[in-house]
């Protein structure tokens, strides 16, 4: 009787780990299709948000080469990965002039986006942000060329952990071009803009971080209300009268240069420790 015991309980923790893998799922927009299984290359997924509504936590979704459309991670799947297999240039994700990215919720950043360009997104309406991404953790992304229309903010990201990512050329018609209250680092923040103030980056904290010829027209053309560590703002401009390039921030072991504020000086309302400002 004994050794039953034992062996049914090994049957039911085998059974239950069985239950518990984890699924690899595979997406191709060339040769896939949604009707497949797709768990593997030759039964792949044609949309990645086909692969998310198949998934459970701690699944992997791998995608490759192509142009997608906009996804949404519910936090129920934390954690997830969802990784480009090929180059990140071409695997992209286009918004389509809807949000290119939700991943999860504010409280989620486990839910992983690794190796894409994340482009055309648009977000408006009051309240709204990310247009780029929203919430969960971006490795080696790039996250371009995409808008936040009037009374949203954060045109590039919102929210979001950026490993490694290149936040460039995205345009807030109000606050925020490249991200706000995200946490960076090793990131290149360039050529964004935000019209009312932070062109590169608002309520974020950035670690080893090049932000360079960021714009606003007010308060903050390369950050506003942040803290930075080790960072290079390079080339950011501010442009109304009275107002700052670097506005109520906090800088540490920065080197800021070449930067310009058309009514005040570059560091209006700023703390800087250990700094090198030329």
Known sequence: ????????????????????AATTWYVSTLSGNDSNGGKSWAASLK??????????AGDMIMVTNGTYSSISVPARLEPLTIQA??????????????????????TTTNIYLNGFTLTGGSVSGQNTNGAGAKFGTLNKCVITKNSAGSL????????????DCTISSNTASDWAGGMEK??????????????????????SILFDC????????????????????????????AK??????????EAHNCLIKS????????????????????
């Open 240 to 249: 109304g009268d009275s107002h700052d390039n670097l506005s109520g921030c």
């Open 1 to 20: 009787n004994r050794m039953k015991q034992i062996v049914v309980y090994l049957c039911v923790i085998m059974s239950v780990s069985v239950a518990n």
């Open 210 to 237: 090049n932000i360079s010829g960021n714009v606003s027209q007010y308060g903050g053309g390369g950050a506003n209300g942040s803290t930075l560590y080790r960072c290079i703002l390079d080339s950011n401009v």
């Open 85 to 106: 297999v090929g180059t990140v240039d071409k695997c992209v994700i286009n918004g389509g002039g809807k949000r290119c990215a939700l991943l999860g919720s504010e």
């Open 259 to 278: 930067n310009y504020a058309q009514g005040r000086r570059a560091m209006e309302g700023s703390s800087c420790y250990n700094c090198t400002i030329v």
């Open 152 to 163: 949203c903010t954060a045109a590039g990201a919102y929210g979001c952990v950026l490993n």
């Open 182 to 203: 995200c946490t960076a680092n090793r990131c290149t923040i360039k050529n964004n803009s935000g019209y009312q103030g932070a062109g590169g980056a608002a309520g």
């Open 47 to 56: 949309t990645i948000q086909k692969a998310i509504d198949k998934a459970s």
